[in-house]
């Protein structure tokens, strides 16, 4: 167990439609990243934020959106839905004091999109 | 923007025997090469790093070694087991002050009893 939390573990939902999922950091960790991962596609960074802040941008769809709340956990928001959305979304916590720092996994969302 | 390349994309091997997963990287300035094993449907777990300012780190039947000058850093599992099938993934990062790592495609690693 990292000690990263993702709520819900598995999300089937309809084309067009609009999700949530949520991550809430380890314990003492500032920094949450946001991935997708899909069969052909490997592990694609999407979003970075810090204490609240966002810090970095990947290849993040402008149909998804996330954000950090005052107690560390964070959001990543997904709509108007398609059949190619369907992946693992996993987050990711670090501390990222003073230097490049390991990242833990949480468990993942497995989302599928009909 | 880091490059990062890893080969092969799968590997077969016997139960005992050495596996070896290498990875290139583009940047020089990367300094930070984390190694991470996912299993199906599963986290990717952090098994083992190094930092550019080491050339070897062991960690019981892991080894990862790094070799700046060339631009490229190996997993090496010894003594092979079944329970080491998994997927692992090389990652480089730290290039520009940046924390976001670029990962390889992945090794599907198969131990055969």
């Known amino acids: 167990d990292s000690g990263v939390t993702q709520t819900p573990k598995h999300l089937i939902t309809a084309t067009g439609q609009r999700v949530t999922l949520r991550c809430s950091p380890r314990?003492?960790?500032?920094?949450v990243y946001w991935y997708q991962q899909s069969l052909d596609q490997g592990l694609q960074f999407l979003i970075q934020?810090?204490?609240?802040?966002?810090?970095a941008k990947g290849n993040i769809l402008e149909r998804f959106s996330a954000q950090q709340f005052p107690d560390l956990h964070s959001e990543l928001n997904l709509s108007s839905l398609e059949l190619g959305d369907s992946a693992l979304y996993f987050c990711?916590?670090?501390?990222?004091?003073?230097?490049?720092?390991?990242?833990?996994f949480g468990p993942g969302t497995r989302l599928t999109v009909t | 923007g880091e490059n990062v390349e890893q080969h092969p994309s799968t590997l077969s091997v016997q139960e005992g025997d050495s596996a070896v997963i290498k990875c290139t990287y583009s940047?020089?300035?990367?300094?930070?090469f984390p190694w991470y094993k996912q299993e199906l449907g599963k986290r990717p777990q952090l098994i083992i790093d190094i930092r550019s300012n080491v050339g070897e780190k062991k960690d019981q039947r892991i080894a990862v070694t790094l070799n700046k000058t060339a631009k490229h850093f190996s997993l090496h599992i010894t003594e092979t087991q079944p329970e080491d099938s998994a997927v692992y993934f090389c990652?480089?990062?730290?290039?520009?002050?940046?924390?976001?790592?670029?990962f390889g495609r992945g090794t599907s690693l198969i131990v055969h009893p």
């Open positions: 934020y810090y204490n609240g802040e966002e810090r």
């Open positions: 990711a916590s670090s501390v990222e004091g003073t230097g490049v720092t390991e990242q833990y």
């Open positions: 990652a480089a990062s730290g290039s520009g002050g940046s924390y976001i790592p670029t």
């Open positions: 940047d020089s300035a990367s300094n930070y």
């Open positions: 314990s003492g960790d500032l920094s």
